[in-house]
């Protein structure tokens, strides 16, 4: 995601070059369907001649923005403007579908490069000064403050471009653009293709599961090869009894971009830097949250030291205990390294709560937490969903939904159409994820929106047993479609729910992650998928206790790395030394002993999507936790909280500023209590859990 064109249909795509702008051919004959490209089929030559008429089209609207003569007003710019983004969405969105999802390789390879088309456009429109003049000429409206925010957050947007610089600084911007987008892509490259690998003897592999061991087959001379890739690296960091391997993959790990992205991280930070003193602002933190909720980077610090003092004592007392426990089983150690920490959490969790992740699996078919979910999301949001059975989709396994409004006021009325994608396919996208269809606009266009999720099941005689994690994971990102949905009722197509700023956008899902912890919820789907038993309060009571354990140490980690992110932002990049920076960071959040040889920042990919904002994971976090406080414990879904939440929090979408979403459903601003009392939360025992 792309934090300086603020544009919202850029929120799905990947950072894509920017350059060779081409200009879109004159518009054949309309197609059947303007909407979904994926009714066309698997003609990469029929998809561009779609996006180039979705582009046309956009470039007529904006046409008719700059014919206006007589005074400008919403109706005659901000409409077309709203017209233009909505035909780059569209595009956007359709371009991303094929890229992300399609079977043949040629149509992703045609979507790929059409995003980088539609990217290009979007840049050029941010630094269009005509287009900027005009919507700066509206008066600001005062009885639609719904409009009145659009206007001021676009002109925002267009100033933090760089749209009022002159020519040859405009063009200095755009190449700074496209070479930060460049070296995003050689960063992610360098840690994709990084591969190391570890060599390991038989006895050393002492303590993985056997199906791990079984998956590995040991060469000529009786060693096994172990790679830095997450399946081979996680299993070894939680589980191998041996000390010295964990180390040696754990830096491996660490090491695999380095030294190559060293150079590239300098010449990327140095970019950006570049890119914000010609803006006018002193640091990359600056710009990067000046168009965000916290609004700056001093609000950053000032976040981390909030939370740091929140979290610190639950975290001394957490790493207190798992110190103890570690001496117990292994007399003379003195202290815990960071290629230790999960070894030996998870020998603490599993002795301490007794519970085994593999053990509630046979609870969690795919199909019936399909059908769990969609009834939880149901009665919690007050909609209804209706199988479309004859919808025309990009895959035959996908299903398509159409969400119905069951508040009372509703009276039934359609509200858009969800589509899931769930199941793994040759050439699909890997991630977990949720991304727009079509903005809405009121009685004119529905919202839709699409999960793309990689679950195991959907196949004949697979059940597709589910990880308790997965289910949550399912839940989140159902949650990024519920706020697109109810959020994109409203008159403009730019301010649906997935266009709220950056770092308020995982709030609301954040927030439903805590709602499974509820018994009542949880026992309402998750039945064993062959002996038809509910899952066992019991069972619910070790996983909740075992998952409350550590949370002050995550969130000191979540600020280690928030700290990192912001630290290599807020100087001149000219002579970080990212060692010293990293070691400053170990001092002040782990407890754990630093590796020698870790080069984490080589590898670490938040850089170049989220740049300076890291901190969003803890925003979030903070806000997500006290809006949960809101609720009922014991009438999760069914209290008056969940509709006055649908109403002060998602429905408006990004029609308010998101700080005051959060105080219309807080009455305050969020406040760090919630977050407190989560961290030392002790689930109630299974004799007292409700069923
Ligand atoms: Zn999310």
């Excluded at 046309?56 to 400008?72: H, M």
């Excluded at 405009?170 to 190449?175: F, I, M, N, Y």
């Excluded at 085994?356 to 969609?374: C, H, K, M, W």
């Excluded at 109810?486 to 301010?495: A, D």
Aim: charged letters at 20%; hydrophobic letters at 40%.
């Amino acid at each position: 995601m792309s934090f300086r064109t603020g544009f919202p249909f850029l929120l799905a795509s990947v950072l894509l070059s920017t350059a060779g702008f081409a200009q879109p051919k004159p518009a054949p004959a309309a197609a059947a369907d303007p909407l979904h490209a994926w009714v066309l089929g698997s003609d990469p030559a029929a998809l561009e001649t779609w996006v180039n008429q979705r582009l046309a089209a956009e470039k007529a609207d904006l046409e008719k923005l700059l014919a206006v003569t007589g005074p400008r007003t919403v109706e005659n710019t901000l409409r077309p403007f709203d017209d233009a983004q909505n035909e780059l969405a569209i595009a956007n969105n359709n371009a991303y579908l094929q890229y992300s999802l399609a079977d043949a390789a040629p149509l992703r390879d045609k979507g790929q490069a059409l995003l980088s088309t539609i990217s290009s456009e979007a840049t050029d429109l941010s630094l269009n000064q005509k287009v900027y003049n005009a919507l700066a000429a509206v008066p600001l409206p005062t009885g639609d403050p719904a409009a009145r925010h659009y206007l001021e957050r676009t002109l925002l947007e267009y100033r933090l471009s760089g749209v009022d610089k002159d020519d040859a600084t405009r063009a200095a911007l755009r190449a700074l653009q496209d070479k930060i987008t460049a070296l995003s892509l050689t960063f992610g490259r360098n840690v994709a293709d990084g591969t190391l690998k570890v060599t390991a003897t038989k006895a050393d592999l002492d303590g993985l599961p056997a199906d791990y061991v079984a998956l590995h087959k040991p060469g000529p001379d009786g060693t096994y090869t172990l790679t830095t890739e997450q399946p081979d690296v996680g299993p070894v960091l939680s589980f191998a009894k041996s000390a010295d391997l964990r180390r040696k993959v754990y830096l491996a790990y660490n090491q695999r971009a380095y030294p190559a992205n060293v150079q590239v991280l300098r010449d990327l930070l140095t970019a950006r830097q570049q890119l914000a003193t010609t803006l006018g602002y002193a640091h990359y933190a600056d710009l990067a949250t000046a168009d965000q909720m916290i609004g700056t980077a001093a609000n950053v610090e000032h976040l981390i030291d909030q939370v740091d003092q929140a979290s610190r004592p639950v975290a001394a007392h957490e790493y207190a205990q798992l110190l103890a426990f570690a001496q117990k089983q292994q007399p003379g150690l003195t202290s815990i390294s960071q290629s230790d920490q999960s070894y030996w959490v998870e020998q603490y969790r599993r002795a301490q709560y007794a519970f085994d992740a593999q053990s509630v699996r046979p609870y969690f078919p795919y199909a019936e937490v399909q059908t769990g979910i969609l009834k939880t999301a149901a009665r919690l949001f007050h909609v209804s969903f209706k199988q479309v059975k004859d919808a025309q989709v990009w895959d035959r396994s996908v299903d398509s939904f159409d969400v119905f409004d069951a508040a009372e006021a509703g009276q039934g009325k359609l509200l858009g159409r969800i589509y899931l994608d769930m199941h793994p396919r040759d050439g699909k996208d890997k991630w977990f994820s949720s991304a727009p269809v079509l903005p809405g606009i009121a009685g004119r266009q529905l919202p839709e929106g699409m999960l793309v999720c990689n679950f195991s099941g959907g196949a004949a005689g697979d059940p597709g047993l589910m990880q308790y994690n997965e289910v949550v994971v399912f839940f989140h990102e159902f949650g990024h479609l519920m706020h697109h949905i109810l959020g994109s009722q409203g008159p403009w197509s730019g301010q649906g729910g997935f266009s709220v700023e950056g770092d308020f956008v995982e709030s609301p899902s954040q927030m439903l992650e805590e709602m499974f912890h509820d018994p009542a919820i949880l026992q309402s789907f998750g039945k064993h998928y062959q002996t038809g038993e509910v899952l066992p309060a019991s069972l619910i009571a070790k996983m909740n206790a075992a998952s409350a354990y550590g949370r002050g140490r995550w969130l000191q980690g979540q600020l280690w790395a928030t700290t990192y992110s912001l630290e290599v932002h807020n100087q001149a990049p000219a002579g970080l030394d990212f060692d010293a920076l990293l070691k400053a960071d170990d001092e002040r959040f782990s407890p754990f002993t630093p590796v020698e040889g870790d080069r984490f920042y080589a590898s670490f990919t938040h850089l170049t999507g989220y740049a300076s904002n890291y901190y969003t994971y803890v925003l979030d976090k903070v806000i997500a936790i006290d809006f949960f406080a809101q609720f009922d414990k014991h009438n999760l879904l069914d209290g008056p909280t969940a509709m006055r939440y649908r109403r002060a929090v998602l429905e408006p979408g990004a029609s308010k500023p998101a700080a005051q979403l959060v105080k219309d459903f807080l009455g305050r601003p969020q406040s760090m209590d919630a977050l407190k009392s989560w961290m030392s939360e002790e689930f109630q025992a299974p004799a007292v859990a409700s069923k």
